[in-house]
């Protein structure tokens, strides 16, 4: 167990490069998996959940080698040629929903299981179209362990309920080894990885709005670059535009418009934030990031930016104590259903901090302009985002406050307390 004292900071300044991207970085491993060849893989994330799909890979049959501390040569030429397999995916929810779109139309049977908190967290919205596809698994109600019994798939023409960038790539990714043409169509954008990605690869895949189709097709043995994780910087924009007298430089930060919608409400509040030297590196936009501190005003935050900035709602919330006027989270209801239910544990620890916020059934309001008192102990509930959350709370607090197993930080973003550390004056 590992607890954190955080204390307030009179500024913030300096240069970071933020590390790799974890979404990223999970599939430049699967998809290395699939090529059938030799791939490498540079910057990639060292977080226990990619770490999770890496030994996932190695238990398909891949050679997995580390050229230095980031840098991976993965040697697929002998994956998935067994037709058994016994699947650790550890915290990762990113690992049990892709690779049960991989292994389902594959002639073998897998057993994909996790940690005490993945295991409750629902599996339904993936089973639900594999199994129309044909697929046979079976689940423990919907949830983890998921026994995968892989067979010849046949296409199907899917319109999800809800956004997600889980079930639209475990889909496609079972299309992907599936004769004829898949189609997923979703209420929004979600995240567009998968599809870059494989469209890099090789992959016969199209994109058309909200839909994706995609045939069967070999993926071509091909090198990646990973971008660093907004996901990351979230934390380094909340904390340079609130802690006052601060400047922040983020460096090689992913900017794809599917993951940008923190740097959209952030401007929308008001942020002085600044996009500097735009690029593309494998199908990626990546670019370097300016924050300082700003005036902020609240804002309602709803409808089709939410699955653009899901992951980094908690720590909008702490940015919206800080802005004048009051903030409104709506249709966020799937916050519910990540390694934590964030919206009751974020809405209870910072009450515990003294934050005025109501917590809703989709979302939450929190009053604008308030202080936070600290001097109290709050939970992470075993997820990494509060866990970084409270930290950016517990710089701007007037009493220094305890994060209870802080540890958890590491499942994504090992490297954050050094860096942080890095730009207090």
């Not at 050679?63 to 697929?76: G, P, Y």
């Not at 952030?266 to 990031?289: P, Y």
């Not at 800080?322 to 809405?347: M, P, W, Y």
């Amino acid at each position: 167990m590992s607890d954190k004292i955080v204390s307030k900071v009179p500024a913030l300044n300096g240069t970071v490069t933020i590390p790799s991207d974890k979404s990223i970085s999970h599939r430049s491993a699967m998809f290395a998996s699939l090529t059938k060849g030799i791939v490498e893989v540079e910057n990639f994330s060292t977080g226990a959940d990619c770490l999770s799909t890496l030994n996932i890979i190695k238990n398909l049959g891949c050679k997995v080698e580390f050229l230095n501390n980031q840098n991976i040569r993965i040697d697929a030429r002998n994956a998935y040629k067994n037709l058994n397999y016994n699947l650790d995916c550890g915290n990762s929810g990113t690992s049990m929903r892709l690779f049960s779109g991989i292994l389902a139309p594959r002639e073998l049977e897998a057993r994909l299981y996790g940690d005490e908190s993945l295991s409750q967290r629902p599996m339904k919205r993936i089973i639900t179209p594999l199994e129309l596809m044909g697929a046979k698994i079976k689940h423990n109600h919907y949830k983890a362990p998921l026994l995968i019994q892989g067979r010849e798939l046949f296409p199907i023409d899917y319109k999800s309920p809800l956004a997600s960038a889980q079930v639209k790539s475990c889909i496609l990714l079972a299309g992907l080894n599936t004769y004829g043409e898949t189609r997923v169509s979703e209420p929004y954008v979600s995240r567009d990885h998968t599809e870059k990605m494989l469209k890099y690869l090789g992959a016969d895949i199209e994109v058309s709005g909200n839909t994706v189709k995609i045939r069967k097709s070999e993926l071509e043995p091909k090198n990646i670059s990973v971008c660093g994780d907004i996901s990351s910087a979230a934390f380094f924009l909340a904390a340079g535009a609130v802690v006052p007298n601060s400047e922040i430089i983020l460096k090689n930060v992913g900017l794809n418009p599917t993951r940008t919608g923190i740097i959209d409400v952030l401007k929308q509040m008001g942020a002085n934030i600044e996009i500097l030297d735009k690029t593309e590196i494998c199908n990626e936009e990546v670019g370097d990031i300016k924050i300082s501190s700003s005036s902020l005003n609240g804002i309602a935050i709803e409808g089709e930016i939410i699955p653009r900035l899901i992951d980094e709602l908690p720590v909008i919330a702490v940015i919206a104590t800080q802005a004048q006027g009051k903030t409104i989270v709506k249709d966020a209801g799937d916050l519910r259903n990540k390694e934590s239910d964030r919206i009751k544990c974020l809405v209870a620890e910072l009450q515990k901090l003294g934050v005025v916020i109501e917590e809703t059934q989709d979302g939450f309001v929190i009053e604008g302009k308030q202080t936070i008192n600290g001097g109290v102990e709050v939970e992470c509930y075993h997820d990494h985002r509060l866990a970084m959350s409270l930290y950016v709370a517990g710089l701007i607090s007037q009493e220094p406050i305890k994060i209870k197993e802080f540890q958890w930080v590491d499942i994504s973003f090992p490297e954050f307390e050094k860096l942080m550390e890095s730009l207090k004056v």
